[in-house]
């Protein structure tokens, strides 16, 4: 099945699109960044998009030794801090160019109130034993990373206080009294370190999301409290039907997801306190589980297109979960591809979704079109860039032609420059799986796979138009334009560059006759 689109783009519209595509990007607990291939997938991300914050969970969790106790001669216990790991793994994102966006969580052991853990590498999730203790924690490491970073510095990383807590595995019952005197507690503490701080809360996923926002800003007006954000996070699949050590999960209707997220909008709105307050999506994907295969896919790369076109429409900001596969929420995975939530699989091999958030990241320009299936950007002096893309949630066989016209410079020739990601050009999956899907890669494998992952780069000249009497192009000085059309096979993203081809070559250079092509 073929569809074909026409856009007539004048370049006087001016759509909204919020692009901040790079503000932050999760990571699985942090204590995993003393790990080589983590710090290598992440410098790749860094390398190849550049975001500005990193937020992951474990801050408190024991792998990172932050919170000690000891003894006095008296036998009184007291605590004590231990930064050497923060400060390694701190180091580290910062010479990559990266702020935290610290989510404080989990509960020390020596500090829980209960057993409770979660995931894997078992992070407790009680509420504290002694809640001056557990302001002692949080207020001593803000002052140890004021110290070490700069005051001016610390206090723009936002803070986000715990994890989820309307899901009883992330807080013990999904006690919202209790999380709630956490939240108070805790930014009173930070706010008397230094009001500078930006502190915000629930992070919250899914269940009752609506209840939870709407009774935690009702709590912060009763007491007097003014959160400088509001937290949530946002995934777009259905319940995952479970199959050995993978979930396989449908892909649900964006708009679903959109009109979800406008009704936090809405109900944060509807407080005259708190009218306009921001939003931040801390954590988004498809699937919420790390085994799902669709993480994996060319589709999840289409749909993330779609979602980054619009996630800022009423959202600060939206953190994908997560740049890459070194993640131990349900164990060590036993192959590099096996569903999980990063950009980049084991190995250090991009999935099609990386080059959707590096195409994002590259758009430059005002906005002058919007749509379903493309965004396009005016850059100036007649150039343009954007992305397009072919999305669905289900497999249904559907190549679409993408037309559209553009105001025009004076040149006699455009170069219009693609790179695309689909199925046939840009598949590290299926090159996994024709190999017989191995578990352990060779570095020559790694290499086969790395070069398979990549965009294919095409070109061509495209020559200008007069505009059809009567229907000059507003705004175009020239009075002409230049028809671009896009072929994208199904869940195809790509990405282009449109600019004027004035001659430049050397004196006797002629392309035409050293590819033996006439002229004319």
């Known amino acids: 099945m073929k569809e074909n689109k026409?856009?007539?783009?004048?370049?006087?519209?001016e759509p909204a699109f919020h692009n901040h595509v790079d503000y932050c990007v999760g990571t699985g607990r942090i204590g995993l960044a003393l790990q080589a291939e983590y710090q290598s997938q992440l410098k790749l991300v860094q390398e190849e998009i550049g975001f500005q914050h990193i937020r992951g969970?474990?801050?408190?969790?024991d792998d990172m030794a932050i919170y000690q106790e000891y003894e006095t001669a008296s036998g009184e216990k007291r605590a004590e801090y231990n930064f050497t790991y923060l400060d390694l793994v701190m180091d580290s994102y910062r010479r990559l160019g990266l702020r935290p966006f610290l989510e404080l969580g989990f509960m020390p052991q020596k500090l829980a109130s209960g057993k409770q853990t979660i995931f894997y590498w078992k992070g407790n999730t009680t509420p504290p034993a002694d809640y001056d203790a557990w302001c002692g924690l949080v207020t001593a490491t803000?002052?140890?990373?004021?110290?070490?970073?700069?005051?001016?510095e610390a206090v723009t990383w936002p803070i986000e206080v715990w994890n989820e807590p309307n899901l009883p595995g992330f807080w013990e019952n999904a006690d919202m009294e209790e999380y709630l005197k956490l939240f108070e507690r805790?930014?009173?503490?930070?706010?008397?370190?230094?009001?500078?701080f930006q502190v915000g809360g629930p992070a919250i996923c899914g269940v009752r999301d609506a209840f939870w926002i709407r009774s935690f800003l009702e709590f912060c007006r009763d007491k007097g409290i003014a959160p400088d954000f509001v937290t949530r996070h946002?995934?777009?699949?259905?319940v995952p039907e479970h199959e050995g050590h993978y979930g396989y999960a449908a892909l649900t209707d964006a708009e679903r997801g959109f009109a979800n997220l406008q009704t936090t909008r809405d109900v944060i709105d509807s407080f005259p306190e708190f009218r306009g307050l921001k939003t931040h999506l801390t954590e988004f994907n498809t699937s919420y589980i790390p085994n799902c295969p669709l993480h994996d896919t060319n589709q999840n790369a289409a749909y993330m297109a779609l979602q980054l076109s619009r996630l800022g429409d009423v959202n600060e900001s939206y953190s994908y979960w997560t740049f890459g596969d070194i993640f131990e929420e349900q164990g060590v995975p036993f192959t590099p591809f096996h569903g999980g939530f990063g950009l980049v699989a084991n190995g250090g091999i991009p999935k099609p979704t990386f080059w959707t958030f590096a195409f994002f990241k590259q758009l430059e320009g005002k906005c002058i079109h919007r749509s379903g299936d493309m965004i396009v950007m005016d850059k100036g002096k007649g150039s343009y860039c954007g992305v397009a893309w072919n999305c669905g949630t289900t497999r249904m066989d559907r190549e679409l032609e993408l037309t559209f016209e553009l105001p025009a410079a004076d040149a006699g020739e455009y170069a219009l420059i693609t790179r695309l990601v689909d199925e046939d050009t840009c598949n590290p999956l299926r090159l996994w799986h024709d190999m017989g899907e191995p578990s352990s890669l060779s570095e020559k494998q790694?290499?086969?796979?790395?070069?398979?992952?990549?965009?294919?780069?095409?070109?061509?000249?495209?020559?200008?138009?007069?505009?059809v009497s009567g229907q000059e192009t507003p705004g175009a000085e020239t009075g002409r334009k230049v028809q671009v059309s896009?072929?994208?096979?199904?869940?195809?993203?790509?990405?282009?560059?449109?600019?004027?081809?004035?001659?430049?070559?050397?004196?006797?250079?002629?392309?035409?006759?050293?590819?033996?092509?006439k002229n004319g």
């Open 6 to 13: 026409f856009y007539a783009i004048d370049g006087t519209q």
């Open 57 to 61: 969970h474990g801050l408190f969790s």
């Open 142 to 152: 803000l002052k140890h990373l004021m110290e070490r970073y700069g005051d001016s």
């Open 186 to 196: 805790t930014f009173r503490a930070i706010k008397a370190l230094d009001t500078r």
């Open 234 to 238: 946002h995934y777009t699949t259905e």
């Open 446 to 467: 790694k290499k086969l796979l790395k070069d398979s992952a990549r965009p294919f780069v095409s070109s061509r000249r495209i020559g200008t138009q007069e505009a």
């Open 486 to 517: 896009l072929q994208l096979k199904e869940f195809a993203v790509v990405f282009f560059e449109l600019d004027p081809a004035y001659p430049a070559g050397d004196r006797g250079y002629d392309y035409q006759r050293v590819m033996q092509q």
